[in-house]
């Protein structure tokens, strides 16, 4: 399967690694805010979306989409 990276966390980031990651592709979405990622990876709500918390949870339990901060996993 294909790997995409998106560099940048921030809303806009945030919900097209969502996307991307919905329609089947392992995503891994970087950003150098360790504070940011960690709250991503625990599905809390950093920015408002219409389902976006509630899209994101299925694809980080099955680790379809990534968050970190490690720049060597990318």
């Given at each position: 399967?294909?790997?995409?990276?998106?560099?940048?966390?921030?809303?806009?980031?945030?919900?097209?690694?969502?996307?991307?990651?919905?329609?089947?592709?392992?995503?891994?979405?970087f950003?150098?805010?360790?504070?940011?990622?960690?709250k991503?990876?625990?599905?809390?709500?950093?920015?408002?979306?219409k389902n976006?918390?509630?899209?994101l949870?299925?694809?980080i339990?099955?680790?379809?989409?990534?968050?970190?901060?490690?720049?060597?996993?990318?």
């Open positions: 399967s294909k790997k995409i990276t998106i560099i940048g966390s921030g809303f806009v980031g945030t919900t097209l690694a969502c996307a991307i990651s919905q329609k089947g592709y392992q995503t891994t979405c950003d150098i805010n360790k504070s940011l990622i960690n991503l990876k625990k599905n809390k709500e950093v920015y408002y979306e976006l918390k509630e899209s949870k299925p694809l339990d099955k680790k379809k989409l990534i968050f970190t901060y490690d720049s060597s996993k990318i």
